[in-house]
């Protein structure tokens, strides 16, 4: 039963200290900003090692940093860009968005949404920690951690544990965060909202937590292979013992290509917002959207052999994924066609958030295109390891990825902090973002086609690829700068910025119905949804606007501890792997972690809100 004193907030609190109440937090809105504060952070450190590396290959023949290290920096900029950063700022906007939009109070499960936040952060700093003086080991097989190089036999060091019980440690995360966003969406929305009701984001969010519980426990059990490989002598992937090297490749990219579209999709929910507030249009052909979000989600586990064209897989198998990797552009082109379709005669406004929506398009576009050439095996073979990829990746991961997070932080951004980020600064953002992305990353097309193979430390000068490289590395330095303006931007505007409002944009959906930012319990009465543009048929349409006042008796989770000594918990069994065969830190995870179950499944489930506090 809920006490006397339970109404009160935690910021209304008064033994309550800000820091206790932020560790203790299942508010899904809190946890939102918690990922998203953890993956930017990470946005600049993976930047930095982006730099490092470009610094490096600059000029040819150069030593700013040993073999060594450069293995480690290639390592890391993609396992954290990957893992660290996109993952969880798109699980920053799950988080904090997605029961806004579907008119729900919270997530369906607010404790493990906690847990799924703290596993997180423990497993992000896990995978760091060789850096630290003392160890300096840190990862340096790859973000792909191909067998036999992450073989004991070829890594002897601790670096390839670091990075294989990090990324189980992330996995079990992004699981949980995926069964919490399943039930949510299914469970909680609004009277009246149906699923095509449902704001596109949702359904790509959706699609994307599917994804997930589907594909993790592949990459799993290929980790799993390889840690028992790595610590007690197994030969999952030792072909002398009988086992196939290959085989890893095969787990990997069945995991890792649906990890593409776990990446793309919520950037694509994105811009199925943004694009459409600032046209003044409803989304053209919006069924479309969400049927061709669906196939890609289901074509998506059909295509990963076309990363292993050059492994020999035969005739059969090579025409087999060069058909499936051509058939998914099919639903990739529809969006595009329906997002112009959407731009097409509307009454458009350029904003910061819009510019960046475009930019999307745009860059999409080129890493399609670039991406669809390689369903032929013959090209494929010819550029697989060559900068041309790079080049591919980082215009689908970062001119899409990256753009379509943009587009929504500075579209939320005013939901979120209650003040609109400065709209000049906003377009130097981008346009510098775009020219310094355009400039760093396109060369490195040319630079594939004359053969210039990626993750090389360094070059000769007679290769004739200095101009290029000069010119994408003075760009990337630009382009790492663009982003301080965005830091600065939020700083600036979340003291001295303009007051947004309920709903600045002119919105249709309906987290813009609640207050910006929104009280702990998101809406003072329940919505009831009419259409698939709710907010519109308030303000425009013959739809009634909700009653006055607040639902009596409000059903709010109490903070918790619990998590955050779960999550420690489950780190410190996996870290205990380490010191094998001495097990005493396994142990001691193991009991931490029973420990907080007990003491998770005894705290009381609900607090109540009064009706009066906001």
Known sequence: MATADATAT??????????????????HKRIG?????????????????????????????????????????????????????????????FNYMIPLMIGARDVAFPRLNALSYWVFLFGAIFINLGFLPGIDAPPDGGWFGYTPLTLREYSPGPNIDFWLLGLQILGAASMMAGVNFITTIFNMRAPGMTLMRMPVFVWMVLVVQFLVVLSFPIITVGLFFLMFDRFFGTNFYVAAGGGDPLLFQHLFWLFGHPEVYILILPAMG???????????????????????????GFLGFGVWSHHMFTTGLGPIADTAFSFTTMLIAIPTAVKIFNWI???????????TPMLFAIGFVLMFIIGGLSGFMHASPPIDIQQQDTYF?????????????????FSGLYYWMPKMTGRVMDERLGKLHFWLTFVAMNVTFFPMHVLGVEGMPRRTWTYASHEGWDEWNLIASLASFVLGAAQLIFVYNFFKSRTSG???GNDPWDAATLEWATSSPPPEHDFDREPVVTSSRPLFDQKYGDAPAPEPGVDPHIHIPPGSIWPVICGFGITLIFAGIMAMPNPLWSIAGGLIFVF???????????????????
């Open 33 to 93: 900003i918690l990922y998203g504060v953890t993956a930017f952070s990470f946005f600049l450190i993976g930047g930095l090692e982006a730099l490092i590396i470009r610094a490096q290959i600059m000029n040819p023949g150069q030593e700013v940093i040993g073999a060594e290290t450069y293995n480690a920096m290639f390592t890391m900029h993609a396992t954290t860009m990957i893992f660290l950063v996109i993952m969880p700022l798109g699980a920053a906007f």
């Open 498 to 500: 303009q007051l947004a």
């Open 341 to 351: 379709g959407t731009m097409w005669g509307g009454q458009l406004r350029f904003t």
């Open 270 to 296: 994105i811009v199925s917002e943004v694009l459409p507030t600032f046209s003044r249009k409803p989304l053209f052909g919006a069924e479309f959207v969400i049927f061709s979000g669906i196939c890609i």
């Open 596 to 614: 907080s179950l007990f003491g998770w499944a005894y705290q009381p489930g609900y607090r109540f809100h009064d009706g009066g506090v906001h």
């Open 389 to 405: 990829i790079v080049a591919h990746i980082h215009y689908v991961l970062f001119g899409g990825a990256i753009f379509g997070i």
């Open 10 to 27: 935690p910021s209304e609190a008064p033994s309550e200290s800000v820091f206790w109440s932020w560790l203790t937090t299942v508010d």
